[in-house]
Antibody, heavy 118, light 109 residues
Framework: QGLLQESGPGLVRPSETLSLTCTVS?????????WAWIRQPPGKGLEWIAS???????YYNPSLKSRVTISLDTSKNQFSLKVTSLTATDTAVYYC???????????WGQGALVTVSS | EIVLTQSPGTLSLSPGESATFSCRAS???????LAWYQQKPGQAPRLLIY???SRATGIPDRFSGSGSGADFTLTISRLEPEDFAVYFC??????????FGPGTKVDIK
């Protein structure tokens, strides 16, 4: 059974850049799956942020595309997310997940709460 | 851009009752790309149904999905105490790559 674990700062100041990492264990991120970041503001619904595939393909939510970057590090079996120009509206639980095309987001990390505040 | 709407927003039911809720897309979509997730407070979402009607690994058979075109349904045949949660539908493979519905909360009457 695979595991995903998010890591990153819990508190970030407005206008700064958020960097999050998802460490994957139990399977290789080069194994043909897609890898995704999803976030959930407190008390609200789910918002897809970005996805990446080992082929080098990346996909972004158009509403966030100008501020986010997703990348894979196959040597560490990790993938990462950067979000720039943070505001309070970026406060959310950030989840990393594995996407198996045809099956959906089948494995999720436990989530990391990120608060944007001065 | 395809938009997903879910109804009702909240469903108040008792254990043992059945629950049915809807996910509607703003245009016809591939049913093979429609999934349902369950989320309990403080937990990550869990995949329940993929390709509109196939249960994910380990999901009890009281959960069933159906639908095609733009209208999809998730049914829980006999609510167990652990089923009281929020349910999201999700479309993938379109533009944008993923779209989530706003969710339906099932709470205890």
């Amino acid at each position: 059974q695979g595991l995903l674990q998010e890591s990153g700062p819990g508190l970030v100041r407005p206008s700064e850049t958020l960097s999050l990492t998802c460490t994957v264990s139990g399977y290789s991120i080069s194994s043909g799956y897609y890898w995704a970041w999803i976030r959930q503001p407190p008390g609200k619904g789910l918002e897809w942020i970005a996805s990446a595939h080992q082929s080098g393909s990346t996909y972004y939510n158009p509403s966030l595309k100008s501020r986010v970057t997703i990348s894979l590090d196959t040597s560490k079996n990790q993938f990462s997310l950067k979000v720039t120009s943070l505001t309070a509206t970026d406060t959310a639980v950030y989840y990393c997940a594995r996407f198996d095309y045809g099956f959906g987001l089948d494995f999720w990390g436990q989530g990391a709460l990120v608060t944007v505040s001065s | 851009e395809i938009v997903l709407t879910q109804s009702p927003g909240t469903l108040s039911l008792s254990p043992g009752e059945s629950a049915t809720f809807s996910c509607r897309a703003s245009q016809s979509v591939r049913s093979s790309h429609l999934a349902w997730y369950q989320q309990k407070p403080g937990q990550a979402p869990r995949l329940l149904i993929y390709a509109a009607s196939s249960r994910a690994t380990g999901i009890p058979d009281r959960f069933s999905g159906s639908g095609s075109g733009a209208d999809f349904t998730l049914t829980i045949s006999r609510l167990e105490p652990e089923d009281f949660a929020v349910y999201f539908c999700q479309l993938y493979g379109e533009s944008p790559l993923f779209t989530f519905g706003p969710g339906t909360k099932v709470d205890i009457k």
